[in-house]
T-cell receptor
Framework: DTGVSQDPRHKITKRGQNVTFRCDPI?????LYWYRQTLGQGPEFLTY????????KSRLLSDRFSAERPKGSFSTLEIQRTEQGDSAMYLCASSLARIQRTGELFFGEGSRLTVL | GQNIDQPTEMTATEGAIVQINCTYQ??????LFWYQQHAGEAPTFLSY????GLEEKGRFSSFLSRSKGYSYLLLKELQMKDSASYLC?????????????FGTGTRLQVTL
């Protein structure tokens, strides 16, 4: 257990529905990252936060995806109008980062999304 | 853009030594991480290199050559529990942001 928790662990939904994932990072960590991973691939960067500010969002992330980190604590990742191609493991990671460094990322167990 | 290349699969025998190579072409390179990921589990940190040379940590060592865009992870005295995917992850800094970009991973199978 790394101290990063994600909820739900599994989500099965029908195409077109909205889903939301939550991540609770290690409490003193200032950075929070979202990655997506499909079978046989490495994690793919989606977006990240420095405290409550969203500093970068991948160009791969369509406008159906939105992430928030209110108050710089937990974060949510929402996918609207899900498509079958959204089926993946969504990983959250947090770190205690210094300027221009990421720090060691601590990953949660992930939220597995299946879109039927 | 970012380009990270590592072998897809490797097989080695228990007790042996294996070297997993990674080459990368990235802009804004800061350093290089290696992560281990067992099937169905989250990635866990193994090593971080920011300077050229070898970093040793128990059975695992990691090497970096910044000028060549090359790193390797060396695993000694292989154990069955080392069967996992090993992810090479350059740390990228774009001036306003810093993040890890991951390769596809090398799936290592340790056999008896």
């Amino acid at each position: 257990d790394t101290g990063v928790s994600q909820d739900p662990r599994h989500k099965i939904t029908k195409r077109g529905q909205n889903v939301t994932f939550r991540c609770d990072p290690i409490s003193e960590h200032n950075r929070l990252y979202w990655y997506r991973q499909t079978l046989g691939q490495g994690p793919e960067f989606l977006t990240y936060f420095q405290n409550e500010a969203q500093l970068e969002k991948s160009r791969l992330l369509s406008d159906r995806f939105s992430a928030e980190r209110p108050k710089g604590s937990f974060s949510t990742l929402e996918i609207q109008r899900t498509e079958q191609g959204d089926s993946a493991m969504y990983l959250c990671a947090s770190s205690l980062a210094r300027i221009q460094r990421t720090g060691e990322l601590f990953f949660g167990e992930g939220s597995r999304l299946t879109v039927l | 853009g970012q380009n990270i290349d590592q072998p897809t699969e490797m097989t080695a025998t228990e007790g042996a030594i294996v070297q997993i190579n990674c080459t990368y072409q990235t802009s804004g390179f800061n350093g290089l991480f290696w992560y281990q990921q067992h099937a169905g589990e989250a990635p866990t940190f193994l090593s971080y290199n920011v300077l050229d040379g070898l970093e040793e940590k128990g059975r695992f060592s990691s090497f970096l050559s910044r000028s060549k865009g090359y790193s390797y992870l060396l695993l000694k005295e292989l154990q069955m529990k080392d069967s996992a995917s090993y992810l090479c992850a350059p740390e990228i800094n774009t001036g306003t942001a810093s993040k890890l970009t991951f390769g596809t991973g090398t799936r290592l199978q340790v056999t008896l």
